[in-house]
């Protein structure tokens, strides 16, 4: 990927030196937002169930220190400051051409280990998570390594998954997420996870729709990009993730979507480059 040359975004916050911990506490309202955040803002609720502390409430403090920042990342970090200005560069340019609307830039946050959003606490475990509450991007670095260790490799790869994250933005700013939510509040637990589901293919979609106006305009896409994004997109998919933790797959459990979906979504956003193609909503087959 052709990236070095690009523009630095100045929407980075970096919090990587600071270490941030919760102390014993909480309550119902810590399991609500917990409950919240694994349906409805791109955090699986298969890891809440492992236990690991992803927003927490009630009583539970907060402590925060300062640590040394993790060494051979400052290439991650310009890495993700410049797909962050494409994105930035792309959607602008979007929404002005197709929605006739201008584009508001959310902040990407870098942390080490765990941090606090408008959303709670959450540790580096959950992976890259939107907290639609600030609109910023939360990302621990040493996920890009996590995510090789999946099978998905490449500066392609990582660059999906910030641009996937970065379509969760796109939903608030179009009021999508404001439909999911309220629609979600009068149904089940399968039929809350099978709009999750569609929210998160959306996301996709949206990745690849910028994949498609980034390398237009910009030319960033090399020989064997196009097939890093399309395997990072089938690595993470709900089938095989839960394949390989615990042996089996339960579809009705999915709240990401299945690896062929992941796959159909992103590729169909990167074929077409048009955000009206991306209505996973209505659409018959996911």
């Known amino acids: 990927m052709l990236w070095k040359t690009g523009r630095r975004s100045q929407n980075i916050e970096d919090r990587r030196g600071l270490s941030v911990s919760r102390g014993v506490g909480g309550g119902g309202i810590g399991i609500l937002l917990l409950v919240l955040a694994a349906l409805f803002f791109d955090i699986d609720p298969r890891i809440v169930m492992q236990g690991t502390e992803i927003l927490s409430g009630g009583s539970a403090s907060l402590h925060t220190q300062t640590q040394p920042i993790p060494s051979g990342q400052e290439e991650a970090k310009e890495f993700t400051s410049v797909i962050l200005a494409d994105t930035e560069d792309t959607w602008r340019t979007l929404f002005s051409e197709q929605l006739n609307k201008k584009y508001k830039e959310p902040t990407l946050v870098l942390f080490s280990g765990a941090v606090q959003s408008a959303c709670g606490f959450a ?8 907290c639609p509450y600030d609109q910023k991007v939360y990302i621990d670095l ?33 009021g999508i997420s404001d439909k999911v939510i ?12 099978a709009l ?18 980034a390398h237009r305009a910009r030319n960033i896409l090399e020989s064997g990009d196009i097939e890093e994004g399309l395997n990072a997109a089938s690595a993470i998919g709900d089938d095989r993730l839960q394949k390989q933790s615990q042996g089996y797959i339960v579809p009705e459990s999915f709240t990401h979507g299945s690896s062929e979906q992941r796959v159909r979504w992103f590729r169909k956003g990167l074929k077409s480059g048009k955000i009206g193609d991306c209505d996973t909503f209505t659409a018959d087959k996911l």
């Open 142 to 174: 040493t996920f890009f390594d996590d995510m090789k260790k999946l099978g998905a490799s490449g500066d392609f790869a990582q660059a999906y998954v910030i641009a996937h994250e970065i379509g969760h933005h796109i939903q608030i700013l179009l």
């Open 182 to 193: 309220a629609e979600g509040k009068n149904m089940n637990k399968y039929h809350k996870n």
């Open 196 to 213: 999750s589901v569609r929210q998160e293919l959306q996301a996709d979609c949206f990745a690849g729709v910028w994949a498609n106006n």
């Open 123 to 130: 540790q580096a475990a959950v992976g890259p998570f939107y």
